[in-house]
Structure formats: C-alpha cells, structure tokens
C-alpha cells in the first residue's frame, strides 16, 4: 500500500508537469511562429503610416490607423466595464453576502453572458445600431466591446473578492464603518492586484477581438478624430491582409499580429510590475 501510494503521487506529478510544460510550450511556440514570421516584414512604415492606395494589393503604407483604432476601442470598452463592474462586484460581495440564493443567480448569469460568442454581441450592437440610426463608428464599436467584456470584469474580480476573509468585512462593519466604507476602503483595497488582473483581462480581451467590432466600428484607412467616425482594428487589418492573393500583403499580417502581441505584452508586463509595486508599498 505504501509503494502504491508513493507510485500514484508520482505518476501524477509527471503528469502534472508534463501538461503544465506542454502548454508553456505550445505558447512559446505561438508566439515564436509570429514573431519569426512577423520580424521580416515589419518596418517603421508599417508602424507609422496609414494605408495608401492599393495597400491591400501590394501598395504602401502602414497600419497606424489599426493601432490607433485598438487602443481607441480597448480602452474606451475597459474604462466603461471598469466604472460599471468594479461597483458591481462590490455590491455582489458587500451588499449582497447575506443572500447566497441571489450571489449565486447573478453569477450564473455573469458566466452565461461571459461564454456567449462576440459575434453575438456583434450582432445585438448592430440591431442597435440601426434601431437607433447609428452609423458604424467608434462610438458603436466601444459600446458593443465594453458589453463584451463586462461579464468578465465583474466576475474576475468577483472571485478576488470572494477570496477576502470575511471576518476582515465584518470587523470593519463592527468598528462602525458603512457598507459603502468597508467596500471601497477595505474591500477594493484588498483586492486591488485582483482588480488590475480584471482590468488586465478586459483590455487584452477588447483590443484582441475582431468579431464584435466587425458590423459595429466598421473600417477605415484614416485615424479616426470623432467618435461618429469608423474605426479600424488591429484583428480586422489581419484578417484583410490575410485574405489578400498577394504574398507580400500575407506577409504583412504577421507584422500586424506581432505589433498586436506586442502591445499584449508591454500591458501586461507593466501591469504586472505595478501590482508588484503596490503591494510591496501596501506591506511596508
């Protein structure tokens, strides 16, 4: 029995790690594939000049106007799902902890909306595009990406919450401070590195989606200055430049995809670093 025991726990620490390096290793050689094809055909035209003439058909030019665009739409959607998902949250574990029959609706409705395709909520914001007579824009691709990423700031920061002793809540409560103080003052606090991770997730989740955007923000060669004016992506420039008959355009999309990883990365690099920071200052 003891060596069946001893046998059983390696068995599945081999296991374990073997899963755990293979998808480290299929991610490393994600973004090897990009980086290797996307290094040879990325130059500072394509980083900082809009598409010319016959772009798509081998012609100069750049996609500036997509990488203004996603971080346009990226951030506008994670700043809208942050002021509406960080009280929401609160409200779920503060205001709401005496009520588990209801915690436990709302979430399941959170994780409904979270698993429903983004081509769904491309299509709801183009029926309200048009029941409201707008126009593709930037405005309609911020809104229908922030109702995309909604669910998953509220419940990615519902779990953080949800991992705060209680006893630390009803202290607070009991030293005499309101729901409202020991949410934002206490709660919020605590959860704070949580919060980044949401806001992390939101971000990288809008500026890497193409089918939300693809009936609502629409698409265009220039830098859009107005929210009423269409807006151009970083995942649509990749899909266009893919299907392109031009090897030379092909080429491009790698280029695209890697500036996209990149900016990936940089976010959640820095994000990271900051939590980091906060929490070593919160320590001393």
């Not at 374990?16 to 990009?34: E, K, N, R």
């Not at 030019?61 to 971080?71: H, P």
């Not at 705060?164 to 206490?186: D, H, N």
């Not at 807006?231 to 893919?242: D, E, H, K, V, Y």
Request: include cysteine.
């Amino acid at each position: 029995m003891k060596y069946r025991k001893r046998f059983e726990e390696l068995f599945f620490k081999i296991i374990s790690a073997l899963m755990t390096y293979a998808l480290i290793a299929v991610l490393v050689f994600i973004i090897g594939v990009i980086f290797y094809k996307g290094i040879s055909a990325l130059s500072w035209d394509i980083l900082l000049k809009t598409p010319k003439g016959g772009y798509y058909y081998g012609g100069e030019g750049g996609v500036l106007n997509a990488i203004i665009g996603s971080l346009y739409i990226a951030s506008g959607a994670t700043f809208i799902a942050m002021i509406i998902g960080m009280p929401a949250a609160l409200y779920l574990n503060v205001y709401l902890m005496r009520y588990k029959r209801t915690q436990n609706t709302i979430r399941f409705l959170l994780d409904t909306l979270w698993g429903i395709p983004s081509i769904v909520y491309g299509a709801f914001g183009f029926a309200m595009m048009l029941f409201l007579g707008m126009n593709a824009s930037l405005l309609a691709g911020i809104i229908t990406v922030s109702l995309l990423v909604l669910p998953i700031m509220v419940r990615t920061f519902d779990e953080i919450l949800s991992t705060i002793p209680k006893g630390l809540m009803e202290a607070s409560l009991a030293l005499g401070s309101t729901r409202c103080e020991t949410a934002y003052k206490i709660m919020l606090k605590q959860g704070f590195q949580g919060f980044i991770t949401a806001v992390l997730l939101c971000f990288g989740r809008a500026i890497g989606d193409a089918a939300s955007v693809l009936f609502t923000a629409g698409y265009s060669d220039q830098i859009p200055v107005n929210l009423d004016e269409p807006a151009a992506t970083l995942p649509l420039a990749i899909f266009f430049q893919l299907s392109s008959p031009i090897p030379e355009v092909r080429e491009r999309a790698f280029a695209s995809a890697l500036i996209l990883t990149t900016i990936i990365l940089v976010i959640s690099l820095s994000a990271r670093l900051f939590s980091m920071r906060f929490s070593q200052t919160n320590i001393r």
